[in-house]
């Protein structure tokens, strides 16, 4: 005669291995966020790289052009202009073929062409109406700073976080990336050099 033993086996899972699965699933989702803020910063960063290369490219092709620097100012002494002021917006003027800018650009050459910005970050913003642009900003969301040689001695120099001296060039363009603590960080630094 044969015996069957009835042994009951709990269905499903007990707390502590549930515990241990929450926990796993907790620490992947950690790592996983943390290497794809990074990812993210590395994309904007190389994103934010190519508009202070197109701005410093259309700057040089203005010079090659005129055989002068673009002067928004009027006078050359403002060697620095921010791209949502006064001055550096009225150099994106120049540099996009605005009609208001025909003096600086009487040939009305399109020096400088770029995506339209999104919430006034990763772009060119243009005011509603039409017309000139009205900022340049980074994929932060940071205005772009255009140093300009109006020496010709193709010497820069100038104060970004540190003291930066650049020979042989006659523009430099750059931001500060995102800050990190209110402090602007190495990491998402862009700059067209």
Same mark, same amino acid.
């Given at each position: 005669?044969?015996? &069957?033993?009835?042994?009951? &086996?709990?269905?499903?899972f007990?707390?502590? !291995?549930?515990?241990v699965?929450?926990?796993?699933?907790?620490?992947?989702?950690?790592?996983?966020?943390? @290497? @794809?803020?990074?990812?993210?910063?590395?994309?904007?960063?190389?994103?934010?790289?190519? &508009?202070?290369?197109?701005i410093?490219?259309?700057?040089?092709s203005?010079?090659?052009?005129?055989?002068?620097?673009?002067?928004?100012?009027?006078d050359?002494?403002?060697?620095?202009?921010?791209?949502?002021? /006064?001055?550096?917006?009225?150099?994106?003027?120049?540099?996009?073929?605005?009609? /208001?800018?025909a003096?600086?650009?009487?040939?009305?050459?399109?020096?400088?062409? *770029?995506? !339209?910005?999104?919430?006034?970050k990763?772009?060119?913003v243009?005011?509603?109406?039409?017309?000139?642009?009205?900022?340049?900003?980074? /994929? +932060? @969301?940071?205005?772009?700073t255009? !140093?300009?040689?109006?020496?010709?001695? !193709?010497?820069?120099?100038? /104060?970004?976080?540190?003291?930066v001296a650049?020979?042989?060039r006659?523009? *430099?363009v &750059?931001?500060?990336?995102?800050?990190?603590?209110g402090?602007?960080?190495?990491?998402?630094r862009?700059?067209? +050099?």
């Amino acid at each position: 005669m044969k015996t &069957h033993s009835k042994t009951t &086996h709990a269905q499903g899972f007990t707390l502590v !291995e549930l515990l241990v699965v929450m926990v796993i699933i907790a620490v992947l989702a950690g790592a996983g966020f943390a @290497g @794809g803020s990074a990812a993210m910063n590395k994309a904007r960063k190389v994103s934010s790289q190519a &508009h202070a290369v197109s701005i410093s490219s259309a700057v040089e092709s203005f010079y090659n052009d005129y055989s002068a620097l673009p002067d928004p100012a009027g006078d050359t002494t403002d060697q620095s202009y921010v791209s949502n002021t /006064a001055n550096g917006t009225n150099l994106l003027g120049i540099l996009t073929a605005q009609a /208001a800018f025909a003096a600086q650009n009487p040939r009305l050459i399109k020096f400088l062409s *770029a995506k !339209e910005a999104k919430n006034n970050k990763d772009g060119i913003v243009y005011p509603a109406a039409g017309g000139a642009p009205i900022g340049f900003f980074d /994929a +932060w @969301g940071q205005p772009f700073t255009i !140093e300009l040689d109006y020496d010709y001695n !193709e010497q820069l120099a100038f /104060a970004a976080v540190t003291a930066v001296a650049l020979n042989g060039r006659r523009v *430099a363009v &750059h931001s500060p990336g995102v800050a990190v603590g209110g402090v602007a960080t190495n990491a998402t630094r862009v700059t067209s +050099w």
